[in-house]
């Protein structure tokens, strides 16, 4: 396990790198308003895709105990082809709606659809514990995205870097998928198997709505200044996320008894360290978010240092939630959880209304605090036998 979380690691650094200057040229080039209207897209695109994920993003992690495996992966795999063809369409509709650029939110659409699934690719070659092939996907993916823009450096280059990332995503999740091809599960079945994850994965998705809610409720400009902060939140959490993909596979394997605990505690470990790493550095956010956007972003000074103590808050939350996606999900995590995410976009729009994005900023903690709460409350009365056992 160890020396797959170290090449895992390795790898989302540099991923993590690519993806901030990916963002940042984003930013640059589209300008505030335009990276705000980007954002929001993208965000109310990842909420509607996460009611189709099928809870395959936890799935498969567990690959190697999973014996409906390649026909679960099937069936979500033409769910998924489905929906990125209806997906421009919508976006179209939606660019309408609010009065968008079209070209801006057809690409914000697809550039979802394509992360979303090559995250998926990427989960597959964990779940065999394939990493040096995972990182190699997910680090071809984000150069896919760079390296148009650093070519023509202007909006349309930005465009055409967020299509070359969704491609290549895409592509890689259908190229897996082919050589994993089995007779497809009844989609009632596997919906019904995997209500649990689907029902936590869509509350998480869910909290992505923040963008929007700023949008709504403050315009493009401070949306934009949100989300500038917010992107930040991506490259720290694929770190936290590294540890998951590797820690599911082991959980998923060691039983459930006192073995499991161990394996668990000493990742846990490791995760309450970066948190409070992440919450110290919390004071530097600002001058991050100068460095990579420009001083036209400065404003999103108070959302940056939110979103450090966010991330710490979100990577005690995650750390939990693995337990439970490693053997079942009871039904009252995803209900807390969506309690959490609801209150807590209620709670952006609600002090933004007061505060402006300063209100924001503090209602994005508020919803990573209650967050933690949902998954962390019931994963101490879950395992309250297995603490008993393995302390004695």
Same mark, same amino acid.
């Given at each position: 396990m160890l020396r797959r979380f170290s090449v895992s690691f390795v790898g989302r650094i540099v991923a993590a790198l690519l993806q901030v200057g990916v963002f940042a040229l984003f930013a640059r080039l589209l300008g505030v308003s335009g990276f705000g209207y980007f954002a929001t897209v993208i965000s109310v695109t990842l909420v509607a895709m996460s009611v189709l994920e099928l809870g395959m993003g936890a799935r498969v992690l567990r690959a190697g105990s999973d014996s409906t495996g390649r026909s679960s992966l099937t069936t979500f795999a033409l769910v998924r082809a489905g929906l990125i063809i209806v997906l421009p369409f919508a976006a179209l509709g939606y660019a309408?709606?609010?009065?968008?650029?079209?070209?801006?939110?057809?690409t914000a659409a697809v550039y979802a659809a394509g992360e979303a699934t090559g995250d998926l690719a990427v989960g597959i070659l964990q779940g065999e514990r394939r990493s040096w092939a995972a990182m190699a996907v997910l680090v071809s993916r984000r150069a896919a995205a760079l390296v148009p *823009?650093?070519?023509?450096?202007?909006e349309q280059g930005a465009l055409v870097g967020a299509l070359s990332a969704a491609a290549a995503g895409i592509v890689l999740f259908g190229s897996l998928v082919l050589h994993r091809l089995a007779r497809p599960r009844s989609l009632v079945s596997l919906i019904r198997e995997n209500l649990g994850v689907m029902f936590s994965g869509g509350a998480a998705n869910t909290s992505q709505l923040d963008v929007a809610v700023v949008n709504g409720r403050l315009g493009s400009v401070d949306a934009g200044l949100f989300a500038s902060a917010t992107r930040l939140f991506n490259p720290i959490s694929? &770190?936290?996320a590294t540890l998951l993909q590797v820690l599911i596979p082991e959980l998923a394997s060691a039983g459930s008894g006192a073995r499991k605990?161990?394996?668990?505690?000493?990742?846990?470990?490791?995760? +309450?360290?970066?948190?409070?790493?992440? *919450?110290?550095a919390s004071f530097?956010?600002?001058? *991050?978010?100068?460095?990579?956007? @420009?001083?036209?972003?400065?404003g999103a000074a108070p959302v940056a240092v939110a979103?450090?103590? @966010?991330a710490g808050l979100s990577a005690v939350s995650q750390i939990h939630?693995? $337990?439970? +996606?490693?053997?079942?999900v009871p039904v009252i995590v995803p209900a807390l959880?969506?309690?959490?995410?609801?209150? @807590?976009?209620?709670?952006? $729009?609600?002090?933004?209304?007061?505060?402006? &994005?300063v209100g924001a900023a503090v209602g994005l903690v508020a919803m990573q605090f209650l967050f933690a709460a949902s998954i962390v409350g019931p994963w101490f009365v879950a395992t309250a036998h297995l603490r008993r056992q393995s302390s004695n």
């Open positions: 309408q709606l609010l009065d968008i650029p079209t070209v801006l939110a057809v *823009i650093l070519i023509v450096s202007s694929m &770190l936290i605990m161990a394996v668990f505690r000493r990742a846990r470990l490791l995760v +309450y360290g970066f948190s409070v790493a992440l *919450i110290a530097v956010a600002p001058q *991050i978010v100068v460095l990579l956007y @420009g001083e036209s972003f400065a979103v450090f103590v @966010g939630l693995a $337990w439970f +996606y490693s053997e079942r959880m969506w309690v959490a995410v609801l209150g @807590g976009l209620a709670s952006i $729009w609600t002090l933004s209304v007061a505060m402006g &994005l």
